[in-house]
């Protein structure tokens, strides 16, 4: 459990990560080899300490501790500097947000992702995913990453503004998303923020890319307050929700905080998911073949209505799998308001507190064969000995991804469209390994489509 820490405490400091070299630290082992680092500083303890250059940080390997970090004492770990870098780009948006701020926009939020309206975006995903593998030119490589990442970009955008304008918006949306998470990632590793004070090419086409995309967000909102009748798309769901306690709705700007926190969070996590699952399809042809038989069986090889995915009990586990393999936010940060001790160690306040989902779902003592692709590990006969807490591939607590159900949605009708349209071919090269940035990407990941035989 973790307390205040009073004068009386035996907390003591956590071990230190071992081969920290002069200087950098343990840094150059975070940028060159980071998933494996992560790994091996398992077998140091529950806690250790990182050094960053001339900061420590704290990494939690214990998934009960991560437990209290996110939950129990959520409270007295707040988000870490990723979050307070992502203001410039998505203002007080709720991936921003902290303290009261954060839950009355959750309490705005939240309701636009229920499953009932979940259920309004699954024709806009299963309209887009249909055209999208339609179009794959027969048996040529396609790089999945981009091309996954332009399709749930266009799902979310749609989901956000089911009007022409959304339409239009989708290539602004294109065209600045990259850009602004780049921005975010190299703010989040200048901790003095004076890089993005400088007069740079890169920081000038921030500044562009951001006035074209509120542009955009703005012309869109003003034209739904002239409307008479209330859509139900997200932006729609948004407008119309009221702070149970006050009353209040959200302001133009809060509205627009929103739509960005929700691009942001939603269209490149998602992306991911489908591109591993692709991979680990292409590497295990029988769990494919599996899921053509699901599909054929309860669409008859059509695209999925949404309300056919709830027989879709396989690709749903392969959903699931494919993030506790690959989780999209695998690496993640809170920051400590008083010394506090966690486990019997002693965090001092100020700390950076780290902890990697890729890590914990990766651990043999929590996933029996944790580097097994084993969709069948969630059959509820089998799932029933994995410890709860264990996989976290949404988060827990106050900030739990609220687009979960919206995630699981896409990525499975996705799937569910390719395995009955298409088969899945890898392309031979260089073998494909998990790269750790802000995300988990995969390194280089070409695969060809075929039209299945009728
Ligand atoms: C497979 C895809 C996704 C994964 C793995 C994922 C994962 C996560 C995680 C781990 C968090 C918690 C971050 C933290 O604790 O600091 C989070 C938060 C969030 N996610 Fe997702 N997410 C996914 C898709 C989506 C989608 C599709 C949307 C929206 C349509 C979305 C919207 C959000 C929002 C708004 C938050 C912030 C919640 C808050 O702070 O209260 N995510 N997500």
Redesign the pocket.
């Given at each position: 459990m973790s307390t205040t820490v009073n004068p009386s405490s035996t907390a003591v400091r956590p071990p230190r990560a071992p081969a920290a070299l002069p200087l950098v630290g343990h840094g150059l082992q975070l940028v060159r080899r980071r998933l494996e680092f992560l790994q091996e500083v398992r077998a140091h303890g529950p806690v250790v300490r990182v050094r960053l250059g001339p900061t420590t940080a704290y990494l939690v390997n214990d998934h009960t501790l991560l437990h209290q970090l996110?939950v129990t004492d959520a409270a007295r770990f707040p988000?870490g500097i990723h979050?307070q870098k992502a203001k410039s780009v998505a203002g007080n948006g709720?991936?921003t947000a902290s303290g009261a701020a954060?839950r009355r926009q959750?309490r705005l939020?939240l309701p636009a992702?229920n499953r009932k309206k979940v259920h309004v975006y699954g024709e806009v995903m299963r309209e887009f995913a249909a055209a999208r593998v339609a179009a794959w030119p027969e048996g040529e490589p396609i790089e999945l990453k981009p091309e996954f990442v332009s399709l749930a970009t266009t799902i979310?955008t749609k989901?956000l503004f089911a009007t022409e304008l959304g339409t239009a918006a989708v290539a602004t949306v294109e065209r600045a998303l990259p850009v602004l998470t780049r921005g975010v990632s190299l703010r989040a590793m200048d901790p003095t923020g004076l890089l993005e004070k400088l007069p740079t090419s890169a920081n000038r086409r921030f500044a562009a890319t951001m006035r074209e995309l509120h542009t955009v967000i703005d012309q869109i909102i003003a034209s739904y307050r002239g409307r008479e009748q209330s859509g139900d798309d997200l932006l729609s769901m948004f407008m119309i929700a009221r702070d149970e306690e006050t009353g209040e709705g959200m302001t133009d700007e809060q509205l627009r905080d929103e739509v960005i926190?929700?691009l942001l969070?939603?269209a490149e996590?998602?992306a991911?998911?489908m591109s591993w699952a692709c991979h680990e399809l292409g590497r295990n042809p029988e769990v494919f073949r599996r899921l053509q038989a699901e599909v054929d069986t309860v669409t008859g090889g059509e695209p999925p209505r949404y309300e056919q995915l709830s027989e879709l009990d396989l690709t749903r586990r392969i959903v699931k799998e494919t993030?506790r393999l690959y989780?999209?936010?695998y690496f993640?940060s809170r920051s400590a308001v008083g010394d506090i001790e966690l486990g019997g160690y002693l965090i001092p306040d100020g700390s950076t507190v780290l902890y990697s989902?890729y890590s914990q779902h990766r651990d043999p003592a929590l996933f029996r064969d944790p580097d097994r692709f084993d969709p069948d590990r969630w059959l509820p006969e089998r799932s029933a000995d994995v410890t709860p807490a264990a996989y976290?591939?949404?988060?827990?607590?106050?900030?739990?991804?609220?687009?979960?159900a919206?995630?699981y949605a896409?990525?499975m009708t996705t799937l569910a469209t390719i395995a009955g349209q298409r088969t899945l071919h890898p392309v031979p090269g260089r073998p494909v390994r998990p790269v750790g940035t802000v995300t988990l990407s995969p390194s280089d990941l070409k695969m060809a489509f075929r039209r299945r035989p009728r």
């Open positions: 996110l988000r979050f709720i991936i954060h959750r939020v992702f979310a989901s926190s929700i969070s939603s996590t998602t991911l998911t993030l989780p999209p936010t993640l989902f976290v591939a949404f988060g827990e607590g106050a900030h739990r991804c609220v687009g979960e919206f995630a896409e990525a």
